[in-house]
């Protein structure tokens, strides 16, 4: 898995974006760029656009954020009616210039550009078959390796889309993808639904996306959810639909409401705003709690602290004020460097703290390490008693789909009572949403969703390799 943020337990792997215009006149590479600025949250090492000219991709990537990789000038370079675009933080592979995406390929009856929401569980095995057959790689991604068996099974039929095809029988995990193939768009998206993949369309443009607020900026309309295991082509403006074999059910990542997409967007058809609202009322129902005022970690708490105040009667204040101009910070080699780095994101706001009942509301608790340094901070600030509540309940095991978390043994709720908790963490009390808030408060069924982080229980075999060093 790749590397933690200290800020942030959880990291999702990748943002995409696809767009095509009905005019050939017309280059798209600021419209990519527009949507991959949109959904920067879901990642910040790097960043790439590709786009086709002439039987010819072109393409660009960079270590940073959307608008440190691209400038204007560059922009004009990359022109074309086709492209797609992608953000990453590394869990499969490295956080390095080799491994940005999109990944692009030229061989001699086939160029394919390549970008990947997702985590192949069997990409080491997958890998090492293609190594055998000879095939050379540039990169450690999962993404590589789904383009190097497009690539084969193209060689063996000549049919992008049966190539397509065999090439996800063979693909474990998670996967919402924008392909160049030929000069064809494909969007495709796994067959459990894991990672959220929508379509936008008006009379210029397509728009294919990880999230629909892509869409917004576009000033696009949101026409629907990617299907899981739909094979989306367009070509000549022409959009046709393929599918692999269906699953019984679907496993729609639920930390995708909790935490990862923002407040705005539609995913797998809901909106992520009333789920996180649903959290909060959910909370006030478990945990009543005696207090003088409820406070979010921001930002993506802020919803469910809203309807908790609601629920609860408990006056809302921001107790927290987060700065929104430090930009990444990452993995530092003391404590003390850890605590600074959170204080540089977030500040009390000592007036509202001070001699109060604080109840504080968070998405996740994953290692712990981030609450304790906030919870230190409210102690600091004056609270009289902390309480904290979670929107997601104890997180017992590691994500293999394209969450970037920490190994079992450094989960915080693993082999350790509430009571410890609560001491390990200094609050006076600790309470997390139940299995069945959760899955009431989407309002999916639970069969509908993976849970595999706060169950055991996942969607998919997992390799003993990986299984392993969890």
């Known amino acids: 898995m790749g590397r933690q943020n200290v800020q942030n337990d959880l990291q999702d792997k990748c943002g995409v974006v696809g767009v095509y215009s009905y005019d050939e006149s017309v280059d798209v590479a600021s419209w990519i760029y527009s949507g991959l600025y949109t959904i920067q949250h879901r990642g910040q090492e790097s ?3 590709s786009v086709l000219k002439e039987g010819r991709i072109n393409t660009h990537v960079g270590m940073g954020l959307v608008s440190d990789v691209f400038d ?28 940005c995406s999109p990944f692009v390929e030229h061989k001699e009856n086939i160029i394919i550009s390549i970008g990947h929401n997702g985590d192949i569980v069997n990409s080491t095995s997958l890998r090492k078959e293609l190594l055998e057959s000879n095939h050379e790689f540039k990169s450690t991604t999962d993404s590589e390796v789904i383009c190097h068996l497009i690539i084969d099974e193209y060689n063996k039929s000549g049919d992008v889309v049966l190539a397509i095809q065999k090439t996800c029988s063979k693909l474990i995990g998670s996967y919402s993808l924008v392909i160049l193939i030929n ?24 728009v294919i996306a990880s999230e629909t607020v892509a869409f917004d900026s576009l000033d696009i309309p949101y026409i629907r959810s990617i299907e899981p295991g739909e094979i989306l082509e367009i070509d000549n403006g022409k959009e046709t639909s393929y599918f692999l074999p269906k699953e019984e059910h679907t496993a729609n990542c639920m930390f995708e409401y909790l935490y990862f997409a923002r407040p705005d967007s539609i995913i797998f058809d809901k909106s992520v ?7 909060g009322k959910r909370l006030a129902q478990e945990y009543p709690i005696d207090a003088d005022v409820v406070i979010a970690v921001p930002d993506s708490a802020i919803p469910a602290t809203l309807a908790y105040a609601r629920e ?45 009942r604080v109840i504080v509301i968070d998405d996740s608790v994953v290692r712990g390490t981030t609450s304790k340094t906030i919870i230190k901070m ?47 963490i200094g609050v006076d009390s600790i309470g997390y949403i139940s299995i069945e808030g959760l899955v009431e408060s989407i309002g999916t069924p639970r ?19 990986l299984l392993d060093n969890e």
């Not at 000069?183 to 397509?206: H, I, N, Q, T, W």
Request: proline letters at 5%; a negative charge; hydrophobic letters at 35%.
């Open 47 to 49: 960043a790439g656009i």
């Open 72 to 99: 204007n000038n560059l922009l004009d370079i990359l022109n074309g009616n086709v492209g797609i675009g992608h953000v990453r933080y590394s869990t499969t592979g490295d956080s390095s210039h080799e491994n």
């Open 183 to 206: 000069g064809v768009l494909y969007a495709v998206r796994d067959p459990l639904g894991m990672k959220p993949l929508a379509l936008g369309r008006s009379d210029e443009f397509l």
């Open 273 to 279: 705003y009333e789920v996180r609202l649903n959290v």
């Open 312 to 356: 609860s009667k408990i006056p809302y204040a921001e107790g927290l004020i987060k700065n929104r101009y430090v930009g990444r910070t990452f993995i530092m080699p003391t404590q003390k460097d850890r605590d600074i780095a959170v204080k540089l994101k977030m500040n009390t706001l000592n007036s509202v703290i001070k001699d109060k």
């Open 378 to 424: 409210l102690r600091d600030a004056g609270a009289s008693e902390v309480h904290l509540l979670v929107g997601c309940p104890e997180i017992i095991s590691p994500c293999f789909y394209g969450i970037a978390m920490a190994t079992k043994e450094e989960l915080l709720a693993v082999d350790r009572t509430t009571e410890e908790i609560c001491d390990e």
């Open 447 to 465: 069969e509908d969703l993976c849970l595999g982080c706060i169950t055991g229980d996942y969607p998919t075999v997992i390799p003993d390799d």
